[in-house]
C-alpha cells in the first residue's frame, strides 16, 4: 500500500512508515484510503510536485480521535517530525521543508477556508473536500465513515450536527477555491450535500 502514496521524502521511509502506521487504525473515513485520495487529488491539481501541499496532506489526519483538537495537534506533530530531519543532499524543490507552512496548511484543515490567494491552502482545502463530489458508492462509504468515527453519539445528536457542517459548507459561495476543482467537483459536490442534507433532515 504504501508504494503506492506519493511520499516526497525519499531518504525517510522511516517516516513514512510511521504515518502509514497512524493512519492504519480504524477509524472510519479517516483512513488509508481518504490519504490515497487526498494525494491522487493533488494530482489531478497539479500539485502532487509541491513539497509542502503533499507532506501538509500526510500530516493532515495523522493524528485523528474524538478530543476535538486533531488538526491541531496534528499540526504539532508535523513540527515534531519534520523539524529533526536531515534534508541534506535531497534531490527535491528547493531542497529544504518550509516546516512552518506545513504546520499552517495542517491547520487550515480545521475549516477549509484559505484566505484569497493562499495557493497551497488553496490546493490543500480543495483536494480534502474532494470526498464531496465522489461517485454515489464512494460517498455512500463516506457518509457510512463519518458515521463509524461517531458511533458513541446518538443518532439525533449526530443528525443535527452532521446537517449543521454540512449546511455551514452549502453556504460558502464556493465549496472549492481552485478553478480547476470549481469546474470538474463543484455540481457533483453541491448535488451530494443537497441530498445527504434532506436525508439528514427528513
Not at 502514496?5 to 517516516?15: A, E, F, G, K, V
Request: proline letters at 5%.
Amino acid at each position: 500500500m504504501t508504494t503506492e502514496l506519493n511520499w516526497p521524502l525519499p531518504q525517510h521511509t522511516d517516516l513514512r512508515e510511521r504515518l502509514v502506521a497512524a493512519w492504519s487504525t480504524d477509524r472510519g473515513y479517516h483512513d488509508l484510503v481518504h490519504l490515497g485520495e487526498v494525494l491522487d487529488r493533488l494530482d489531478d491539481l497539479g500539485a502532487a510536485d509541491n513539497l509542502e501541499v503533499v507532506l501538509a496532506a500526510w500530516f493532515h489526519d495523522a493524528v485523528y480521535d474524538d478530543a476535538g483538537d486533531n488538526e491541531a495537534r496534528s499540526a504539532a506533530l508535523a513540527e515534531q517530525e519534520l523539524a529533526g530531519l536531515d534534508l541534506a543532499g535531497l534531490q527535491l524543490p528547493g531542497s529544504l521543508v518550509d516546516v512552518a507552512e506545513v504546520a499552517r496548511l495542517v491547520r487550515l484543515t480545521e475549516r477549509h477556508r484559505p484566505e484569497p490567494g493562499d495557493v497551497n491552502g488553496e490546493l490543500l482545502c480543495d483536494a480534502d473536500l474532494a470526498i464531496l463530489a465522489a461517485p454515489p458508492a464512494r460517498y455512500a462509504d463516506y457518509v457510512a465513515g463519518v458515521r463509524q468515527e461517531y458511533d458513541a453519539v446518538p443518532e439525533a445528536d449526530f443528525r443535527r450536527g452532521r446537517a449543521a457542517v454540512l449546511r455551514d459548507l452549502a453556504a460558502k459561495p464556493h465549496l472549492f477555491h481552485t478553478a480547476y476543482a470549481r469546474t470538474h467537483w463543484e455540481p457533483a459536490a453541491r448535488a451530494n450535500l443537497a441530498s445527504e442534507i434532506a436525508s439528514l433532515e427528513s
